[in-house]
């Protein structure tokens, strides 16, 4: 066993321990991820293009997830039980935190999709899900076997999308939503899976 390992190790049963939850690693088997992830072993997963996403299920009562962003403010939505019109909008912050997705379910099986929103200017660091304790990570949903893969700019990307009308796009991250645009609705549509480079 190498050194490195069994240090990530140690150091994971003490943070579960000390949040007093069940810790799921970005590296759990059962969680499904979509566009282009990069993994670095025993640390973290790395979103990078719009659009990139990872889901859970799992049985609970609520959830959280373990994040680090770059230099630049990124946006992603937390979509419970596939209920998009009800999407949380969440910031990453450039200091790791725990964020709550969602509490309050019914003690049942649901599932959540992090969802990035913002352009590639900037970059994520995902650790991975909190839940409490009781909690239960379930099988992941097999992934559709069609895929697409859109290349693109701004437009694909999600600029301003979410600018009300009557007011200016300065442009911030925050008016980014990749989620709504052409690409992914379209990937949606086709029941498909999705990556978006733009």
């Known amino acids: 066993m190498r050194k490195s390992y069994l240090v990530y190790m140690l150091l994971f049963v003490a943070v579960t321990f000390s949040y007093g939850g069940v810790l799921i690693p970005f590296s759990q088997k059962k969680l499904s991820y979509m566009g282009r992830v990069e993994t670095v072993q025993n640390q973290y997963a790395k979103f990078y293009w719009p ?3 990872v889901t859970i299920n799992f049985k609970g009562t ?3 997830a373990i994040l680090k962003n770059g230099y630049e403010e990124t946006y992603f ?3 419970v039980d596939g209920k998009e019109n009800e999407a949380k909008k969440i910031k990453a912050d450039t200091i790791k935190s725990t964020i709550l997705l969602a509490e309050g379910l019914k003690n049942a ?3 959540v999709q992090l969802f990035k929103l913002s352009n590639n200017t900037s970059y994520t660091y995902f650790y991975g899900f909190e839940m409490a304790n009781g909690s239960k990570v379930l099988e992941a ?3 559709p076997q069609r895929k697409i893969e859109f290349y693109g700019n701004s437009i694909t990307a999600g ?3 979410d600018v009300l009308p009557g007011h200016d796009d300065s442009g911030s991250p925050y008016y980014f939503n990749n989620y709504w645009t052409y690409a992914a609705r379209t990937a949606r549509h086709f029941n498909a899976q999705y990556s978006c480079i733009a």
């Open 51 to 53: 659009g990139t996403s």
């Open 159 to 161: 600029h301003g999308v």
């Open 109 to 111: 099986k649901h599932s």
């Open 62 to 64: 609520e959830i959280k």
């Open 141 to 143: 949903t097999p992934l």
């Open 77 to 79: 939505y937390a979509i």
